[in-house]
């Protein structure tokens, strides 16, 4: 089946460090990933929607000079917060879709990246 | 704004009973829906999916209702068993270029041994 890899899983960074996760897809190709976040208890926000080639599309509220994303590659997304505080503190989740022109295009959502920021 | 939401917070079954997880949903223009499972310090898993020209849908030990009427969705789970406790998310999209999923508010489900 499709795998979506995260990495890292957990990460623990100071306040004011910027961090980047990265969002594979293993054995397919992705023209589209998301983005999302997930607070304790909460449901999952999408942040944004990361096409290959081209700039990320953000949801309302949501910085983009924050939250950095790049789409460079079919298999590769990336996130990076930048000067992270404690309240970006979070269940961070991408996921892939199948690049096979599906009509709605399953997403494969990756195992999630905890991060805490001191 | 639109918002996908779901009656029960928790729901607590014992083993070997059926579990039936509902969501309401406000957008009448979607037409797909999805029913995730997530496990603690996990990402969702796809369950089961429902187009709109559907009015139900089956799969292995789970069946997925929807009723455009009243804009209501239920998963219903057979004989639940101790490896079913999660939180179960619906979402729906609608046809698009993004196809975005709004996920609803999710259910904890719990099953006593």
């Known amino acids: 089946g499709a795998v979506v890899s995260q990495h890292p899983s957990r990460v623990i960074c100071k306040s004011g460090t910027s961090v980047k996760i990265e969002c594979r897809s293993l054995d397919f190709q992705a023209t589209t990933m998301f983005w999302y976040r997930q607070f304790p208890k909460q449901s999952l926000m999408l942040m944004a929607t990361?096409?290959?080639?081209?700039?990320?599309t953000y949801e309302q509220g949501v910085e983009k000079d924050k939250f950095l994303i790049n789409h460079a590659s079919l298999t590769l997304s990336t996130l990076t917060v930048t000067s992270a505080h404690p309240e970006d503190s979070s269940f961070y989740i991408c996921s892939a879709r199948v690049s096979s022109g599906w009509g709605h295009g399953e997403q494969f959502f990756g195992p999630g990246t905890r991060l805490t920021v001191l | 704004g639109e918002s996908v939401g779901l009656h029960l917070p928790t729901l607590s079954v014992q083993e070997g009973d059926n579990s039936i997880i509902n969501c309401a949903y406000s957008?009448?223009?979607?037409?797909?829906f999805i029913w995730y499972k997530q496990e603690s310090g996990k990402g969702p898993q796809f369950i089961i999916d429902?187009?709109?020209?559907?009015d139900k849908r089956q799969g292995q030990r789970v069946t997925v209702l929807l009723n455009k009427t009243v804009k209501h969705l239920s998963l219903q789970i057979a004989a639940t068993q101790p490896g079913d406790s999660a939180v179960y998310f619906c979402?729906?999209?609608?046809?698009?270029?993004?196809?975005?999923?709004?996920f609803g508010t999710g259910t904890l489900l719990a099953v006593q041994p």
């Open positions: 990361s096409n290959e080639g081209s700039k990320a």
């Open positions: 979402a729906e999209t609608y046809g698009g270029a993004t196809n975005k999923l709004i």
């Open positions: 957008n009448s223009a979607s037409d797909y």
């Open positions: 429902i187009r709109s020209n559907m």
